[in-house]
């Protein structure tokens, strides 16, 4: 069995910054992609960022202002995320394709974590 297990979320005033964590644990035998997605209410997930080995790829509406990274070693992917807007407040969903003992790989997803940027 994995777990996903997200950190990090909160309340920031618009400009402010805030860092996500979120740590892998079980059976891992392989973690492939990492990414992080939101949801904010009324509308649908998205896709914020992705990570494999050192690739990564962002959604244009967060470009130059987050930032998604990974430690192998701790299974955990990061998101830095600078200069936030009202508009990023959103619940934030970790997001990994795994290979465990027993699975040649599937997705796993964390609980979320929620965001809000407001004065």
């Known amino acids: 069995q994995v777990q996903l297990v997200e950190s990090g979320g909160g309340l920031v005033q618009p400009g402010g910054s805030l860092r996500l964590s979120c740590a892998a644990s079980?059976?891992?035998?392989?973690?492939?992609?990492m990414a992080w997605y939101r949801q904010a209410p009324e509308e649908q997930r998205e896709l914020v960022g992705i990570?494999?080995?050192?690739?990564?790829d962002y959604a244009d509406s967060v470009k130059g202002r987050f930032t998604i990274s990974r430690d192998n070693a701790k299974n955990t992917v990061y998101l830095q995320m600078n200069s936030l807007k009202p508009e990023d407040t959103a619940r934030y969903y970790c997001?990994?394709?795994?290979?465990?003992?027993?699975?040649?790989?599937?997705?796993?997803w964390g609980k979320g974590t929620l965001v809000t940027v407001s004065s």
């Open positions: 997001n990994a394709y795994i290979a465990t003992m027993q699975e040649h790989g599937m997705d796993y």
């Open positions: 079980g059976s891992i035998f392989k973690i492939y992609n």
């Open positions: 990570i494999s080995d050192s690739i990564t």
